[in-house]
């Protein structure tokens, strides 16, 4: 007998008791017209929109690639679309229960559901009040039909689309003006470009037991295409009938879930193949193509199983197994197998073969330390039966070895991480951890419990003076015994003290800058010594990084950088392999009145051009922020004067008051920012 045993439940764009009632759209594109469904998500407004009928307009956003601007927009109804009075109905209702259900929806005096057990579609849903009756089973039944659906109204052809134009269409509801019910208009996207084949469905599998398939499929997979399904079966993989009289379809709500699963039951005979496919269907009635077809043969269960019901261990090396098996299920099977397993879970491998039929205890050597056993009845259709397993282990006074490659390290935040190679014994149960904070006294366990893994993770408290810590582990085997320590482990806790301060001792003015000496830091663990200036006549308490040396022996810095006429403050901090700072040092101040400049920084050439009439002055200074050039000019007849001014980034000057056969001199002064002046460089030129 077949039975649905998933339904899938239609409406899943709808959702009950919205504040808000609006119509819902979707849509087909084919080569030569659009498809459209909609339907209207809440009861009242559901009946409302019966009455008053829906309004359907096209607009033309594209052609061709091309933006339509402005957009064509054109009516697609010429009245409101209703349901189609109840004769028009008569022989559509009589060829298809889901167009009598959805006529008796809308035109019924009366509409009740009786809620049955066995699958059908009284499952779906248990409701009290008629018209949230009529609409659940409208929408549905409409869903399964869509000739049913264009005849209620709530579907429509457009065969007027053409190659190339997208559109958008717009469902409304044409409620009158002096109504103050509002149902919000629904939209979608179609275009005969946007055709696509229907899928294939995939992953159809099958599970052949006695008399009976169950079949099952994702339903999600392709839940955007196919609303519901048919089962197809065959005798010779080539001619298929469908087996399921009504829709396969999910009644679940639960979009979280992206595994969902339909399943079909098929009663067969036993020993006979048969094939089976799929094919889903959409709103718009179309059947897809079929899926790839599974097959497989229905076969007798073994009916009986033995159950291993007692066990002796008369040696550490020997068991003996006796187990229950009825008497009438002799017949059915042609031996025994013992099977021996490391684990509850297995694998299993058979250790004993060709056990009689009669037989009902074995003994069994070579036992390892544990053992789990199984029974197995082999039938003689090949179908077999397997007892539950039962675990055998000897008396074992044997520890396990002692863990090995014991690794630990400590964080900053007091952590600490122990890591260690797992032991390879078949009855293994875990560690226990001891810690203690010097290696002479007595560990204390850590773990209130054995512990299974092989990375463990204790918390440490910095107050505890002691620069180290020491941990070892034992290996606990099922039967609790417990091997030797491992090796004492020694973890060294973190110095979290910052380091003693460096002392600023003297510093030196000198031509090139500042040098500053400094008392390195009395600290074991110091990396490096970081010196900060700062500007004194800034305001602000801005420390700049000028220097930085890793190097334990450095006790002086020369700074040259960026110094202009200022008071300059300097610190000093260490730090340690962790990163900690001490406190900075005192802060000394010094006065820098700038570097002197010398006729050697100063570069002053000039050039004669006598075609053009002129002398080509440049001139360039190393190692100074310039803030003015004054130029001096004297000739054979008189002394320098100031000739020019220039700012500090002009760098050339032609000079053309001149007179023919003429001897000058010329003189360069450097002004810099700290107000320092260069001596005259002088050249002289004849023109």
């Known amino acids: 007998m077949k039975q649905i045993i998933v339904i899938l439940f239609l409406i899943c764009n709808l959702?009950?008791?919205?504040?808000?009632?609006?119509?819902?759209v979707i849509a087909r594109s084919l080569p030569d017209k659009v498809l459209l469904r909609w339907a209207v998500d809440e009861p009242l407004a559901w009946k409302m929109a019966n009455e008053y009928g829906f309004l359907v307009e096209r607009a033309t956003i594209s052609r061709n690639g091309e933006a339509v601007v402005p957009i064509e927009r054109q009516m697609l109804t010429s009245y409101p679309l209703k349901p189609k009075p109840l004769v028009e109905w008569e022989i559509l209702a009589n060829?298809?229960?889901?167009?009598?259900?959805?006529?008796?929806?809308?035109?019924?005096?009366?509409?009740?559901?009786?809620?049955?057990?066995?699958?059908?579609?009284?499952?779906?849903?248990?409701?009290?009040?008629?018209?949230?009756?009529?609409?659940?089973?409208?929408?549905?039944?409409?869903e399964q039909n869509y000739q049913g659906a264009l005849l209620a109204g709530w579907a429509l052809e457009d065969t007027s689309v053409k190659q190339g134009e997208k559109y958008l269409y717009k469902v409304s509801v044409a409620l009158p003006a002096d109504i103050s019910v509002s149902i919000k208009e629904g939209t979608v996207y179609a275009s005969p470009d946007?055709?696509?084949?229907?899928?294939?469905?995939?992953?159809?599998?099958?599970?052949?037991?006695d008399e009976s398939v169950l079949l099952s499929w994702n339903f999600n997979l392709l839940?955007?295409?196919?609303?519901?399904?048919?089962?197809?079966?065959?005798?010779?993989?080539?001619?298929?009938?469908?087996?399921?009289?009504?829709?396969?379809?999910?009644?679940?709500?639960?979009?979280?879930?992206?595994?969902?699963?339909?399943?079909?039951?098929?009663?067969?005979?036993?020993n006979k193949t048969f094939y089976y496919r799929i094919k889903g269907k959409t709103a718009f009635g179309e059947v897809g193509p079929a899926s790839?077809?599974?097959?497989?043969?229905?076969?007798?269960?073994?009916?009986?199983?033995?159950?291993?019901?007692?066990?002796?261990?008369?040696?550490?090396?020997?068991?003996?197994?006796?187990?229950?098996f009825k008497e009438e299920g002799n017949a059915l099977i042609s031996k025994f197998q013992l099977k021996r397993g490391n684990t509850n879970d297995g694998p299993f491998e058979t250790v004993v073969d060709n056990i009689p039929v009669t037989a009902r205890k074995i003994a069994f050597e070579s036992l390892k330390r544990i053992n789990y056993f199984v029974i197995t009845a082999v039938g003689k259709n090949g179908i077999d039966s397997e007892s539950y397993s039962s675990m055998v282990q000897p008396v074992d006074s044997i520890p396990p070895a002692p863990p090995v490659e014991l690794k630990g390290v400590?964080?900053?935040?007091?952590?600490?991480?122990?890591?260690?190679?797992?032991?390879?014994?078949?009855?293994?149960?875990g560690y226990r951890i001891f810690k203690a904070n010097n290696a002479n006294d007595e560990f204390s366990e850590v773990t209130n419990k054995t512990f299974e893994a092989e990375l463990y993770v204790d918390t440490v408290h910095f107050a505890s003076l002691n620069k180290k810590i020491f941990y070892k582990i034992q290996a606990e085997d099922q039967r609790y015994n417990r091997s030797?320590?491992?090796?004492?482990?020694?973890?060294?806790?973190?110095?979290?003290?910052?380091?003693?301060?460096?002392?600023?001792?003297?510093?030196?003015?000198?031509?090139?800058?500042?040098?500053?000496?400094?008392?390195?830091?009395?600290s074991v663990d110091v990396q490096s010594h970081v010196v900060y200036r700062k500007n004194g006549q800034t305001g602000d308490n801005v420390w700049q990084k000028r220097f930085e040396s890793t190097t334990m022996s450095d006790s002086s810095f020369l700074d040259t950088g960026e110094l202009e006429q200022n008071l300059y403050s300097y610190t000093i901090i260490a730090k340690d392999s962790l990163g900690l700072e001490s406190k900075p040092s005192n802060p000394i101040t010094i006065v820098w009145k700038g570097k002197t400049l010398e006729e050697g920084d100063i570069k002053f050439i000039g050039t004669v051009n006598r075609e053009l009439r002129?002398?080509?002055?440049?001139?360039?200074?190393?190692?100074?922020?310039?803030?003015?050039f004054r130029l001096y000019r004297g000739t054979d007849k008189g002394s320098l004067k100031l000739y020019k001014t220039f700012d500090g980034d002009v760098n050339s000057f032609h000079d053309v008051d001149l007179e023919i056969n003429s001897e000058y001199t010329y003189g360069l002064q450097v002004l810099n920012y700290n107000g320092l002046q260069s001596m005259l460089k002088k050249i002289a030129i004849n023109y």
């Open 95 to 142: 060829q298809d229960q889901n167009a009598a259900v959805l006529a008796q929806a809308l035109y019924g005096d009366s509409f009740e559901t009786v809620t049955s057990g066995s699958g059908t579609l009284g499952q779906i849903t248990a409701v009290n009040d008629e018209l949230e009756q009529r609409f659940t089973f409208g929408l549905l039944s409409a």
């Open 15 to 24: 959702a009950w008791g919205q504040d808000t009632s609006s119509v819902q």
């Open 410 to 429: 400590m964080d900053t935040t007091g952590l600490v991480k122990l890591t260690w190679a797992k032991n390879s014994e078949k009855d293994l149960k």
């Open 292 to 324: 790839e077809s599974i097959f497989g043969k229905a076969t007798q269960a073994l009916g009986f199983v033995p159950r291993i019901y007692r066990k002796e261990i008369p040696t550490d090396n020997k068991a003996i197994l006796f187990w229950e």
């Open 223 to 270: 839940s955007s295409s196919y609303t519901s399904y048919v089962v197809e079966r065959s005798e010779d993989g080539i001619n298929f009938v469908q087996q399921n009289g009504k829709p396969i379809f999910n009644a679940s709500h639960d979009k979280e879930k992206k595994e969902v699963s339909l399943f079909y039951s098929d009663s067969i005979p036993n």
């Open 484 to 522: 030797k320590f491992s090796e004492v482990l020694t973890v060294n806790i973190p110095d979290m003290m910052p380091p003693s301060p460096p002392v600023l001792t003297k510093y030196e003015v000198i031509e090139e800058g500042i040098r500053i000496h400094w008392i390195p830091s009395s």
């Open 194 to 209: 946007l055709y696509e084949e229907l899928p294939k469905p995939v992953g159809l599998a099958g599970v052949f037991q």
């Open 614 to 628: 002129f002398v080509n002055l440049s001139w360039k200074v190393k190692n100074q922020k310039v803030s003015e």
